[in-house]
Structures are given as structure tokens and as C-alpha cells.
């Protein structure tokens, strides 16, 4: 597997198997660029060349603006133990997706989706969603390995379409459908920690849980973001009693999903230290 690093330091962001690093889409480049130049070499002096002043920051652990995040970096620097592996990159209009693992933040590693959104050239808001590392699932898959490379970017409307559709008919109104009528029946892909590949993994995941008393529901998809093959979904919801986020990037081959990773987490508590803008 091919690796560019873009920056080392007392910190690391480095780039996995990621044809996206050379793509021309400006917001793109300019989200890359800002990770490498700010977390990845550990330099907080760097965040005002490419974060706006009022910076609008949705994780409930750190406040807006452009000083706490200075702060942040300036921290990870000095720890000397974080490094990002970004696997990969998706933009879409004035959003730029990440999909990551972080070390540093703690003891165990974390996966991430982070969402930046760019206004006049800067980095004005974030939002994220963070799980800790867990092992490969029953088919062997981990949390960010397997397929990387865009293609199809003429059919990104259709299969931001396809997914929206089907995460609203399927996990919100709960409608009757043709589960084969948006998955692969033959070729599913799947990267979540419990869950094993297939239509049929799937539904025995969901067997287990509805043994166990215990219901997922999502209420509301609050972003779709696409490019080509690859379509992220940010929604709220709940996993029995407890309100969770839920982001979702699926992989779209020949007009249905083929490939699914996600970051499920609690939601924050409104009394978090810095929820003012909220989660979504």
C-alpha cells in the first residue's frame, strides 16, 4: 500500500492508498493542505492561513473559534504521540469529508468522519464523529480498510439519490422494500465492527439485536455528501434507549451499494462544555 506523507513532526498526517491527495477540486486541496499544515506539523501559528477567525466548531469538547483549536494542536504537538492515517476524501460543494484514524487523542486509537465546510477560501465549520478502534468483524473487515479510489463523478447526483432514499425508506419511515433493490444481493461489503458481509449478515445483526430487546432507529439524515462512488449520510437516531449520531460513507457500484463503513456514537449531553452550535 502506497503512503504519502504530507507533513512529520511531533505530529503525523499521512495519507493511505488516496488518489483524492492530487485531485484539483480546490476545497479539496485546500482541506488537505490545512490538515497537513496544522495537525500534521504541529504548527498552531498556521491555523489562521487557513481557519476563519469564528470558526463555527460542533465537536461538544472544543469551543468555536480559531484560539481553541490552536490550543488543540498545540497540546497534540507537545504530546508528541498523535498521528493521522486519512483513508479517504470526499468533497462536495462547500464540504470536504475525511475518513481517519487518529492516534493520540487518548489510549486506544479512534476512527473519525470529520466534516469541514469552506466559505471564502477558509475552513468555517466542523463537525465530527469519533469511536474507538475496534477488531476486524466477522468477515475480517476493519473500520477503514478496503476500497479508496473516486470514480463515477457523473453519477454522484444519482447516488446521493440512491442512498438518501434508501436510509430514509429503510432506517427512518420503515417501509416495505426490496432490500436488492438498493444492495448488491452478491456483493456487500462491511466494515462495521459487528457486523458480518452480505444481505444475510446484516439481517442476522439485526435478528441479534431484536433478540435482545434492542431497537435502532435513525429520526432524521441532517447532511448527504457525495462524490462519485462514494456518498457519506450524517443523521441522529438512537440504539435502545441511548441517542446516538450515526455516519454512514457507502460505496456505490452500478446503481447499488456494494461497500459500508460507519462511526456510531452517543450523542453528546446538551450540558456539554462547548455545545452551543450542537451536534448536526
Request: charged letters at 20%; glycine letters at 8%.
Amino acid at each position: 500500500m502506497k503512503l504519502n506523507t504530507l507533513a512529520a513532526s511531533a505530529a503525523a498526517v499521512t495519507f493511505v492508498a488516496l488518489a483524492a491527495a492530487a485531485d484539483t477540486n480546490t476545497n479539496k486541496t485546500l482541506a488537505i493542505e490545512a490538515l497537513g499544515a496544522t495537525l500534521g506539523a504541529g504548527n498552531p501559528a498556521a491555523v489562521d492561513q487557513y481557519f476563519a477567525p469564528d470558526y463555527v466548531q460542533h465537536n461538544p469538547d472544543i469551543a468555536d473559534g480559531a484560539e481553541p483549536l490552536k490550543g488543540m494542536i498545540g497540546h497534540l504537538a507537545a504530546s508528541g504521540a498523535f498521528k493521522a492515517d486519512v483513508f479517504r476524501v470526499i468533497a462536495d460543494g462547500d464540504l470536504v469529508a475525511f475518513h481517519s484514524r487518529y492516534e493520540g487523542f487518548g489510549p486506544t486509537p479512534m476512527i473519525a468522519f470529520d466534516v469541514f465546510r469552506i466559505e471564502d477560501g477558509k475552513i468555517a465549520e466542523h463537525w465530527d464523529n469519533l469511536i474507538p478502534e475496534a477488531a476486524p468483524n466477522p468477515s475480517g473487515h476493519t473500520q477503514t480498510d478496503g476500497a479508496t479510489e473516486l470514480t463515477d463523478l457523473d453519477k454522484t447526483a444519482a447516488n446521493k439519490a440512491l442512498v438518501e432514499e434508501f436510509v430514509t425508506k429503510a432506517l427512518i419511515t420503515h417501509e416495505h422494500i426490496e432490500f436488492t433493490d438498493y444492495i448488491n444481493p452478491t456483493n456487500y461489503v462491511q466494515h462495521n465492527p459487528m457486523v458480518a458481509d452480505g444481505l444475510q449478515g446484516f439481517g442476522a445483526f439485526m435478528g441479534e439485536m431484536a433478540a435482545k430487546g434492542i431497537t435502532m432507529t435513525y429520526n432524521e439524515v441532517h447532511q448527504v455528501i457525495g462524490e462519485g462512488n462514494f456518498v457519506l449520510t450524517l443523521s441522529d437516531g438512537a440504539i435502545g434507549d441511548q441517542a446516538q449520531a450515526f455516519y454512514d460513507l457507502f460505496r456505490v457500484e452500478d446503481g447499488l451499494i456494494v461497500e459500508h463503513w460507519d462511526v456510531i456514537a452517543p450523542m453528546p449531553a446538551t450540558d456539554a462544555p462547548h455545545n452551543k452550535a450542537g451536534k448536526f
